[in-house]
């Protein structure tokens, strides 16, 4: 890259920003931009750095031109021409790794409140007796986080092909906010002597959660899109999109039957709840994670 050619340069030839600046009748803020990356010289100023260092342009630019075998090459109309073409190249490729860069930034900044919020739920949880103010707490923390990712999806998500998989993300977060809601709801209705449910009630209300969480997380991992935030994020399925796609098309395709078997088993023996609840999940997460780690390893390995 060009910055890192005039700090090259510029130090060979034991010169100072200042002096470089001084030199060239700017600024010593400009060389500093021009060495930073934030900015590129103008053709004139690529001309008289490539003089000053006695370097072909070609050298200080990184790449060939047609006067490239020329140190110090005429500044004629077809060069001059040539130059400026090459410096507006570089001024896009500067422009589109200023952009990752402030967006990558912004990702960081949004990730960090996502992830300071998950860590209050965590403690308000821990720490607060109430059961009531504990789901309060937690739901408005679990809200929150949801709602900072649905205004950020398309900065979250590195590859949204389409309208249908933009919608799919939407509709995920939405579910996912409604359902803390309606467990917020229920427990503060319950704790609140409002609604009353029997033992036999609470393991119905929670078998329907954990069922419904399941068939939907069938019907719309398919149409996930690659990314980081929403999804079966395993530490091989977020590195790469083919086994990202391997992982959600198992879980659509095993999903419904996981579900199923959870409801089968939990009204057979509803006296071992935790036991099925267990097994049901490590099935539903457990078959498309190890289908997926194993395309992982196959591709990696270069047996796909």
């Not at 077809?78 to 790794?97: G, M, P, S, W, Y």
């Not at 229920?186 to 969480?213: D, P, Q, R, Y």
Request: glycine share 4%.
């Amino acid at each position: 890259m060009i910055e890192e050619n005039i700090r090259r340069l510029r130090k060979n030839a034991k010169m100072s920003q200042e002096d470089l600046a001084e030199q060239l009748s700017v600024v010593r803020q400009t060389v500093s931009k021009w060495e930073r990356g934030l900015s590129v010289p103008d053709a004139e100023m690529v001309i008289k750095m490539a003089a000053l260092f006695e370097v072909p342009v070609s050298e200080l630019l990184g790449m060939e031109t047609q006067a490239a075998a020329a140190p110090h090459p005429a500044a004629s109309d077809v060069f001059i021409q040539e130059l400026t073409e090459k410096l507006a190249q570089l001024n896009e490729q500067l422009a589109e790794k200023n952009k990752a860069e402030r967006r990558m930034k912004l990702v960081s900044q949004k990730r960090g409140v996502i992830l300071l919020l998950c860590f209050a739920a965590v403690i308000f949880s821990a720490n607060i007796q109430n059961q009531t103010l504990a789901a309060c707490a937690v739901g408005v923390c679990s809200i929150a986080a949801l709602l900072i990712l649905y205004k950020n999806l398309a900065l979250f998500t590195d590859t949204v092909a389409d309208e249908m998989h933009t919608r799919a993300l939407t509709i995920t977060t939405f579910f996912n906010i409604g359902m803390i809601l309606v467990v917020i709801t229920v427990t503060m209705l319950t704790e609140s002597g409002v609604l009353t449910l029997s033992a036999s009630g609470e393991k119905i209300f929670a078998t329907a959660v954990v069922a419904v969480i399941i068939i939907f997380s069938g019907m719309i991992s398919p149409r996930l899109p690659f990314n980081r935030h929403t999804g079966l994020r395993l530490p091989w399925t977020v590195r790469d999109e083919a086994t990202w796609n391997v992982a959600h098309r198992i879980l659509g395709i095993t999903a419904l039957p996981v579900a199923l078997f959870y409801i089968a088993a939990a009204i057979v023996a509803d006296d071992h709840m935790k036991t099925i609840t267990l097994c049901a999940v490590a099935f539903w997460i457990g078959i498309p994670a190890a289908v997926s780690y194993i395309y992982y390893q196959r591709k990696m390995h270069g047996r796909t």
